[in-house]
């Protein structure tokens, strides 16, 4: 699994700063929750990331990843990217 907790994602989205907080609270439940099944989790906490195509291409480019599967976004601009970025 590949997590991003992307600074310039968390500035461009309008979110409330509460809101913000729980959601990067809940990526990081989830991402212990799968460390705790023995799943392999690449996470990159929002502090250390401010480029989340850098994150992602850093990836894919260091990792030997053979396919990429993801959740699909509800919005359309985000999808446009991951799928730019996966080719």
């Known amino acids: 699994f590949i997590m991003i907790e992307a600074k310039d994602a968390c500035a461009k989205l309008p979110y409330h ?5 729980l959601l990067l609270a809940a990526m990081r439940e989830y991402r212990d929750f799968l ?5 392999t989790v690449l996470y990159f906490k ?3 990331t401010p480029s989340f195509a ?6 894919l ?3 030997s990843i053979e396919w990429l599967c993801w959740m699909t ?3 359309q601009p ?3 990217r991951l799928e730019s970025l996966a080719e």
């Open 73 to 75: 976004p509800s919005d």
């Open 17 to 21: 700063q509460y809101k913000l907080v």
């Open 61 to 63: 480019a260091n990792d």
């Open 54 to 59: 850098d994150a992602l291409k850093g990836v």
């Open 46 to 48: 929002v502090e250390d």
């Open 78 to 80: 985000t999808r446009r």
């Open 35 to 39: 460390v705790a099944q023995g799943k």
